[in-house]
């Protein structure tokens, strides 16, 4: 399951403070009033509620990065055959990140989105360069 669960405090009642949990035997404060008939204590939330956002951005940023690079090996733009398998190659790495994040149950940092969408296009140019050399 990718949602964790946190506590929903019912109107009238202060904001618990983030990943709040209440201790064994703690009971609200009376003046707060009673929860209102129906009201879910406990909501889930996604742990990583921007993953796609961060997974493909990371990927954007790491395909200009890929092509001023090339550029400035190559004293020129790459040709539109090569800068479209670095996109294809970005945009899958994008999406995959942001699937695995967007299921895990823990929290990623964000530079974490900028290692791993770079690892896997890397997976992904192995495996694609084994496929030709075998194919040949």
Known sequence: MSTRQRFN???????????WTP???WAPDP???PVPEGWPL???VRANPRAWAYALAS????FVVLLLLGSAVAGGLP??????EIFGRQLFAGLVTGLIAWLRRSRWPVWLYAVVVPA??????AVSTAGRMGGS
């Open 9 to 19: 405090p019912p109107p009238g009642w202060p904001p618990a403070p983030p990943d």
């Open 23 to 25: 201790p064994p035997g």
């Open 31 to 33: 003046s707060w009033g």
């Open 42 to 44: 406990w909501v889930g």
């Open 59 to 62: 990927a954007a940023g790491w």
């Open 79 to 84: 040709r539109a055959e090569a800068a479209g």
């Open 120 to 125: 896997i296009s890397l997976l992904l140019a």
